[in-house]
């Protein structure tokens, strides 16, 4: 009996496996944008670029798809050279040229048509924490020209807020606020 169950579970795996598409995501037009404010006094911004991952997407069952991302820390630009470089410091990251940010799903829960909280796990300086991004699905329709021209294409917003102090990296709060705001687009084609 444990046999035929393990045997049905299986199938059930694979069919759910097999029912999702693999999208790759175009580092071109994908992004981080945080921000957090200054002393009272302004909101500084930066971004992180770079991305490698893959959206396993279930059209069917959106609940049952899966993310995975990654970048490298010292991608972050800022628009000020001395404050990225006092960001990879000990002050902070201690990033060096292997250091990667991570994010891998471990649930999605749509909330609506186009909308899903995606909960997962968020490794940056050697420190995972779960977090919850707010999503929206903007479009899912083949690419409309150029070389990728008719490829399945997926395009996302999400949203979150952290706490830096979380991550090891909370130096001169309160003056700088602990809270940093995170805005993600992003682009997967799907893979051939």
């Given at each position: 009996?444990?046999?035929?169950?393990?045997?049905?579970?299986?199938?059930?795996?694979?069919?759910?496996?097999?029912?999702?598409?693999?999208?790759?995501?175009?580092?071109?037009?994908?992004?981080?944008?945080?921000?957090?404010?200054?002393?009272?006094?302004?909101?500084?911004?930066?971004?992180?670029?770079?991305?490698e991952g893959?959206?396993?997407?279930?059209?069917?069952?959106?609940?049952?798809?899966?993310?995975?991302?990654?970048?490298?820390?010292?991608?972050?630009?800022?628009?000020?050279?001395?404050?990225?470089?006092?960001?990879?410091?000990?002050?902070?990251?201690?990033?060096?040229?292997?250091?990667?940010?991570?994010?891998?799903?471990?649930?999605?829960?749509?909330?609506?048509?186009?909308?899903?909280?995606?909960?997962?796990?968020?490794?940056?300086?050697?420190?995972t924490?779960?977090?919850?991004?707010?999503?929206?699905?903007?479009?899912?329709?083949?690419?409309?020209?150029?070389?990728?021209?008719?490829?399945?294409?997926?395009?996302?917003?999400?949203?979150?807020?952290?706490?830096?102090?979380?991550?090891?990296?909370g130096?001169?709060?309160?003056?700088?606020?602990?809270?940093?705001?995170?805005?993600?687009?992003?682009?997967?084609?799907?893979?051939?």
């Amino acid at each position: 009996m444990k046999a035929l169950l393990l045997a049905s579970a299986l199938a059930v795996t694979a069919t759910v496996a097999a029912a999702a598409d693999k999208y790759t995501l175009d580092a071109s037009h994908s992004q981080v944008i945080f921000s957090y404010n200054h002393l009272g006094f302004s909101t500084t911004f930066g971004m992180f670029s770079g991305f490698e991952g893959e959206i396993m997407f279930d059209e069917g069952n959106p609940a049952a798809s899966s993310v995975s991302v990654s970048m490298p820390t010292k991608s972050m630009f800022t628009g000020w050279e001395q404050r990225e470089n006092h960001f990879m410091s000990d002050d902070f990251f201690g990033a060096t040229d292997d250091d990667m940010i991570s994010f891998v799903s471990t649930s999605i829960e749509v909330t609506g048509d186009t909308t899903a909280k995606i909960t997962g796990d968020l490794t940056m300086n050697d420190i995972t924490k779960s977090v919850v991004l707010d999503a929206v699905l903007n479009q899912a329709a083949p690419y409309p020209f150029g070389p990728n021209q008719g490829t399945p294409t997926l395009g996302f917003d999400a949203t979150t807020t952290l706490l830096r102090s979380d991550f090891g990296v909370g130096a001169f709060a309160p003056a700088v606020s602990d809270e940093v705001a995170v805005q993600i687009s992003l682009e997967a084609l799907k893979a051939e």
